[in-house]
């Protein structure tokens, strides 16, 4: 079975500063995707990066970027000029691709990300 | 921009009592799912439907809950005779074309069960 670890239950960062949340996973499937959610203390769920395993390149959205090593199982999230709107609840996630039927997204136990004035 | 949205945002229930949490999809969207969050747990898939029957379910899904699309547009959750551990944040999600396809994710319902 398909499982995600996310080893980080809170971390700290002041704004402004860079940090990195990390997650590693553990599958046998060679394709999937992976994903990191915000939830905010609204707790709406909201994607903020997607990352298909076919791909070398790692994904970037804007501050949001990842650092994927599949070799490794990693799927580290790197927050670049961290602001206090990124506070919120991170959830990395995996997801099977699309020629394994199972669609259901498994979640890791997620990491609080405090930003400090 | 469409968005799936839930209701209520937050609903109190006696231990015992039956419960329908209601979804609406993005409405070209034919694959519909429930994700739980008991407080301070990661997020769990319970149930995911498509073409008016159950695609895939989790073992937390037993014979109190049941999922329905009563019209075209309303994806439910039953959970007919609520416990204790049932209090948690209930997430609805639908995507386009299922397998493969971004889900997308309502802002989910509190569920208080007391």
């Known amino acids: 079975a398909q499982t995600v670890t996310q080893s980080q239950p809170e971390m700290s960062v002041q704004e402004a500063e860079t940090v990195t949340l990390s997650c590693t996973y553990d599958?046998?499937?060679?394709?999937?995707?992976l994903f990191w959610y915000k939830q905010p203390p609204s707790r709406q769920m909201i994607l903020v990066i997607r990352?298909?395993?076919?791909?070398?390149q790692n994904a970037t959205e804007n501050r949001f970027s990842v650092n994927f090593q599949k070799a490794a199982k990693s799927f580290s999230l790197k927050i670049s000029d961290s602001q206090l709107g990124d506070a919120a609840m991170y959830f990395c996630?995996?997801?099977?691709?699309?020629?394994?039927?199972?669609?259901?997204?498994?979640f890791g136990k997620g990491t609080r990300l405090h930003i400090l004035p | 921009e469409p968005e799936v949205t839930q209701t209520p945002s937050h609903q109190v229930t006696q231990m015992g009592q039956e419960v329908i949490l209601r979804c609406v999809p993005i409405?070209?969207?034919?694959?519909f799912y429930w994700y739980r969050q008991i407080l301070g747990q990661k997020v769990e898939f319970l149930v995911s439907?498509?073409?008016?029957?159950?695609?895939?379910k989790s073992e937390i899904f037993d014979d109190q809950f049941s999922v329905e699309r009563p019209d075209g547009s309303n994806f439910t959750l039953k959970i007919r005779s609520t416990k204790l551990e049932d209090s948690a944040m209930y997430f609805c999600?639908?995507?386009?074309?299922?397998?493969?396809?971004?889900?997308?994710f309502g802002p989910g319902t509190r569920l208080t069960v007391t």
């Open positions: 990352q298909e395993a076919y791909k070398q």
């Open positions: 409405s070209n969207h034919l694959y």
């Open positions: 996630a995996y997801r099977a691709d699309q020629m394994n039927r199972d669609d259901k997204i498994i």
């Open positions: 599958t046998s499937e060679s394709d999937y995707y």
């Open positions: 439907f498509y073409n008016n029957e159950i695609s895939e």
């Open positions: 999600a639908s995507s386009e074309l299922g397998v493969g396809d971004e889900q997308y």
